[in-house]
């Protein structure tokens, strides 16, 4: 039996959908498009999902997305999280699935705390020292509540876009199949270098910047 933050992976309790509203979304053409909630998410965050219709003969692409709200809604050049987002979005309205848009802010340590950590990065700290250095996680971010919704969207069998193998494993240990991993693009600019560069030599994260 595996084991994730404390919690064994098979004691995962059972999301449902509470409401499922159509949205216009436009993607350069019009998308049918669902904006979905939850009940019964192992933790009180109001996580949700954009789930666009299967695509015949096509494994549901699946974009977990982490909340950044100064990149997501204020365009920061700071990270990479806006253009991701962007590219999320396309990929599913092409191939069909879902983007799952998880209230983790900051990796999990909140939006104020992102901001005391780019203070710190500002001195020349980088992104993960910052964190520990206010006494937070690295990342503090886990990943049962993403497997949840999915089971609720009956999206069990998945390729998942991700350049984070630890999205992949946390998924895997919940038994979601994720038969494929697609690599988002590396969306890089003179202010998210350094930034990029931590993710892949500190982080882990399987982005080819040098
Ligand atoms: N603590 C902290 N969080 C950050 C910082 N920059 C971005 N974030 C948060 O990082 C999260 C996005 O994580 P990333 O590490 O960029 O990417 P990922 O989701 O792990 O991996 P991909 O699936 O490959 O995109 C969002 O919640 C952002 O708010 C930072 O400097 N400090
Ligand atoms: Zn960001």
Request: aromatic share 4%; net charge negative; with cysteine.
């Given at each position: 039996m595996s084991v994730i933050d404390g919690y064994p992976t098979t004691a995962l309790s059972t999301a449902t959908v509470r409401a499922r509203v159509p949205i216009g979304m436009d993607r350069g053409r019009p998308v049918r498009a669902d904006m979905i909630s939850f009940e019964g998410?192992?933790?009180?965050g109001e996580h949700v999902a954009v789930q666009v219709p299967a695509v015949a003969g096509r494994i549901p692409l699946v974009r977990i997305h982490s909340e950044c709200l100064t990149g997501d809604?204020?365009?920061?050049?700071?990270?990479?999280?806006g253009p991701q987002l962007d590219e999320g979005l396309d990929a599913v309205a092409e191939d069909g699935g879902a983007v799952l848009y998880l209230r983790q802010e900051g990796r999990g340590i909140g939006l104020y705390n992102k901001l005391d950590a780019y203070v710190l990065q500002d001195?020349?700290?980088?992104t993960f020292s910052a964190n520990r250095m206010l006494g937070r996680g690295d990342d503090e971010r886990q990943y049962a509540v993403a497997a949840q919704m999915l089971r609720a969207l009956g999206l069990e069998r998945i390729r998942l876009l991700t350049n984070n193998p630890e999205k992949v494993r946390q998924l895997r240990e919940y038994?979601?199949?994720?038969?494929d991993v697609v690599p988002t693009r590396v969306h890089s600019n003179p202010d998210n270098e350094r930034y990029l560069w931590a993710k892949a030599s500190l982080g882990g994260h399987t982005l080819a910047v040098s």
């Open positions: 998410l192992a933790d009180s809604v204020f365009g920061s050049k700071r990270c990479d999280c001195t020349n700290v980088d038994g979601i199949d994720v038969v």
